[in-house]
């Protein structure tokens, strides 16, 4: 859901499926974007509920995403990020 023109909030629900395991992973997500003339700066922040199956110990982990983007020239963009994930139990 949006909630302005710079931010929106969102309910997510993943499910990864691998040789090794199965895992549920609901998420909630906030979002911020922000520019001033052709810049762009994202950041993004996470908070997945981890649950494999099989695995009496679901977990939870904290993600936040900081972009930024710019162009170089007509045809080419510049663009940099990092992501930090933070284990919660």
Excluded: H
């Excluded at 609901?26 to 494999?52: D, I």
């Excluded at 009496?56 to 930090?84: G, Q």
């Amino acid at each position: 859901n949006t909630l302005s023109e710079k931010s929106e909030v969102g309910l997510l629900m993943g499910y990864v499926d691998t040789a090794l395991q199965q895992e549920y992973r609901p998420t909630l997500q906030y979002v911020y974007k922000s520019t001033l003339q052709t810049v762009s700066l994202t950041s993004r922040n996470r908070l997945e509920y981890r649950s494999v199956r099989g695995d009496f110990d679901d977990s939870y982990r904290f993600r936040t995403l900081f972009r930024f983007d710019a162009p170089l020239c007509e045809s080419m963009d510049f663009s940099i990020w990092d992501e930090v994930f933070l284990n919660l139990d």
